[in-house]
């Protein structure tokens, strides 16, 4: 059932791109930046600019998410490598709009466009030992 609600984690790249780093679609890869780091599925595609990286869906990090090789941890969520800027409207109103979610502040969400690096997973470990 789990596989049928969210699908596992990806991250859609263009195709020239993952070639560059020795991709193949589907291999498994790390995200990861300053805020924290990813592991999910590349989508290698045409259809997304060179250069640029799409990730969507903030998925749940403990199903289909093996561990990194930089934190030795579950992979994250995607909102993993984004971080928060709090809107000045959300500031209005003193009423409950300001509660906190992990690496979330706010009730809705605005673009989080950030810099990261992709890298191959070289071995997927599952964390099972």
Same mark, same amino acid.
């Given at each position: 059932?789990v ?15 993952g ?10 890869i790390?995200?990861?930046?300053? !805020?924290? $780091?990813?592991?999910a599925? %590349?989508?290698? /595609?045409?259809? @997304?600019?060179e250069?640029?990286?799409?990730? =969507? ?12 090789t ?8 995607? !909102?993993? $490598?984004?971080?928060?800027? %709090?809107k000045? /409207?959300?500031? @209005? ?6 509660? =906190? ?9 605005s ?13 997927v ?5």
């Amino acid at each position: 059932m789990v596989q049928l609600f969210r699908g596992w984690q990806v991250v859609w790249m263009n195709e020239k791109d993952g070639a560059k780093i020795g991709l193949k679609d589907n291999d498994w890869i790390e995200v990861y930046n300053r !805020n924290g $780091v990813v592991a999910a599925r %590349a989508v290698l /595609t045409y259809r @997304i600019p060179e250069g640029m990286a799409y990730m =969507y869906h903030a998925q749940d990090r403990t199903m289909g998410v093996p561990g990194t090789t930089i934190t030795k941890k579950r992979g994250g969520t995607h !909102n993993s $490598v984004t971080r928060i800027t %709090a809107k000045p /409207t959300h500031m @209005i109103g003193g009423y409950s709009q300001l509660s =906190y979610g992990f690496n979330y502040y706010g009730p809705t969400g605005s673009q989080r466009d950030t810099i990261a690096i992709i890298k191959p997973m070289k071995e997927v470990n599952w964390l099972e030992d």
